[in-house]
């Protein structure tokens, strides 16, 4: 099954090769990323190989009416190109980043895209954390690097839960609902072999070695939540993800008045919003059950997550 | 600056209370304690040591705190800037 196309879009792979090489190099095409519709240009093959790859399951066209960003992905135009060779990232005309390598243009294409969103989307409430969901309920994950969020999220869109983000988390201040990006997931080092082993038959983008991050990549999102990307959760639990090596599963519950201030640290535009914000971060916390929670096998977390489900079933839900 | 009661928005839980003050933009967040001599001190603005202690109902097991305690409660919310 394909993604429904709306509006004249089309999944990207649909695409005929040429169309899609000749509008990526004119800046014609355009990829619908949940709510946000992303122009893309560039000539580096590379990057349109990984984003036929990873995005070929987004609806796209081209020339779209609208586009929330412009973006491009190409050579820097200054002498350093001769010393070494280098790429930059351009959002409406501008370069907020220096260039680097080469080779990693595609962690450079998400890596920009993550802060455009980040940098403008103030109509959300933005957190730094994956979201997640399954039979209507959304479980949100903030973590800070090295917690094993993306590994964690990547193996539970690989068994039935819907991704919604690795990344960012969209929140619509008002209702709370969530908005879903069905963006690869960034997985680094380690985890790169661990999901590889975990379900062989995913799609991955190519591999980026020496990033300040080590060696990472970007696993596709699954088909079924691409196809569903638009369909808005309401959450359900905000879990902090902890890795611990050899650690038994544990989902502790969290003080209330202490994950409001976790959650405001990994926000990223919490104090843009002012009492927006807050209040939506009062009514989030209150909505949702809290937890810490430990781990360190994927099967085992998995079965504390499916558990979760389970548990939140109502009477109603088994009529 | 407004008076306290206008500039803050209060969240709270069992465990404890988020608060943003409008006029700073800051959010603060308060352990139980702090948040209850919060309260007090809004409703009555010149009520001293004492009086708060008396004003506050512990929640639960909770014992009633020392004056000690309210005083020091007292102190962060001025450091803070809430009072």
């Given at each position: 099954m394909t993604p429904v196309a709306?509006?004249?879009?089309?999944?990207?792979?649909?695409?005929?090769r040429d169309v899609f090489r000749v509008g990526l190099a004119e800046g014609r095409l355009a990829l619908q990323i949940g709510p946000l519709v992303v122009r893309v240009q560039t000539v580096l093959p590379d990057v349109a190989h990984y984003l036929r790859g990873v995005y070929g399951q987004h609806p796209a066209c081209i020339d779209p009416s609208f586009a929330d960003f412009t973006i491009e992905v190409r050579k820097p135009s200054n002498l350093r190109r001769w010393f070494r060779r280098q790429v930059e990232f351009a959002v409406e005309g501008e370069t907020p980043f220096e260039p680097l390598p080469r080779s990693q243009a595609p962690a450079l294409f998400e890596w920009g895209l993550n802060w455009s969103i980040a940098a403008s989307c103030h109509q959300w409430l933005m957190v730094h954390a994956a979201c997640l969901e399954r039979n209507g309920h959304a479980v949100i994950l903030p973590a800070p690097p090295g917690s094993g969020k993306s590994t964690l999220c990547a193996a539970l869109s690989l068994r039935g839960w819907r991704l919604l983000s690795d990344e960012l988390t969209l929140i619509?201040?008002?209702?709370l609902a969530l908005h879903g990006l069905a963006r690869p997931i960034n997985l680094k080092n380690q985890s790169i072999d661990l999901i590889r082993s975990f379900e062989p038959s995913a799609r991955w983008g190519p591999l980026s070695y020496d990033t300040t991050k080590g060696v990472i990549t970007h696993l596709a999102a699954p088909l079924h939540s691409v196809e569903h990307v638009r369909q808005k959760a309401q959450p359900r639990w905000l879990v902090f993800p902890r890795y611990v090596a050899g650690a038994e599963p544990l989902l502790a519950p969290r003080n209330k008045a202490q994950t409001f201030a976790s959650f405001v640290q990994n926000a990223f535009n919490y104090s843009v919003l002012g009492e927006t914000g807050f209040d939506a971060t009062g009514r989030l916390i209150d909505a949702c059950d809290c937890f810490d929670f430990e781990y360190s096998k994927l099967d085992d977390a998995i079965e504390v997550f499916d558990w979760l489900i389970e548990a939140s079933r109502s009477p109603a839900d088994d009529r | 600056m407004p008076p306290a009661a206008e500039r803050l928005a209060w969240k709270r839980w069992p465990d404890g209370s988020a608060v943003f003050d409008r006029a700073l933009g800051h959010t603060h967040i308060l352990n139980c304690l702090t948040s209850a001599v919060l309260h007090a001190k809004l409703q009555a603005p010149s009520a001293s040591v004492e009086r708060i202690r008396e004003m506050i109902v512990p929640a639960g097991n909770e014992a009633v705190p020392s004056l000690q305690e309210i005083a020091e409660s007292l102190t962060e919310l001025q450091r803070i800037e809430l009072l």
């Open positions: 709306t509006d004249g879009l089309v999944p990207l792979e649909h695409l005929s619509d201040p008002s209702t | -």
